[in-house]
Nanobody, 123 residues
Framework: LRCRCRRGGGLVQAGGSLRLSCAFS????????IGWFRQAPGKEREGASC????????HYADIVKGRFTASRDNANNTIYLQMDSLKSEDTAVYYC????????????????WGKGTLVTVSS
């Protein structure tokens, strides 16, 4: 399975919105949980969201809950992360990933990773 970020990265003003998308190829997305992760400058990678399987439960990190919405389109092997009310602390490289959702949104369950896209939120 491969993950390719397609659109959404870039510069956005605080309070604005952005949507990230990632298309998977090489296998059916139905077999996998999908997640979004990010790594802010000078910080370790952290989980933002994870959807368990196709149509499974969805979990968000507390820091993004209520602002970010993750979704999946299995028919097109594409996942999305809608980000609203963005804050400067959301500035990070964002990664799409597939595999298994882990406790506390850890990244160790994710097997397949995209290259990441930079999101910069200005104050």
């Amino acid at each position: 399975l491969r993950c390719r970020c397609r659109r959404g990265g870039g510069l956005v003003q605080a309070g604005g919105s952005l949507r990230l998308s990632c298309a998977f190829s090489g296998d059916s997305l139905d077999y996998y949980a999908i997640g979004w992760f990010r790594q802010a400058p000078g910080k370790e990678r952290e989980g933002a969201s994870c959807i368990r399987g196709s149509g499974g439960s969805i979990h968000y990190a507390d820091i993004v809950k209520g602002r970010f919405t993750a979704s999946r389109d299995n028919a097109n092997n594409t996942i999305y992360l809608q980000m609203d009310s963005l804050k400067s602390e959301d500035t990070a490289v964002y990664y799409c990933a597939a595999g298994y959702c882990s406790e506390y949104l850890g990244d160790y369950g994710m097997r397949y990773w995209g290259k990441g896209t930079l999101v910069t939120v200005s104050s």
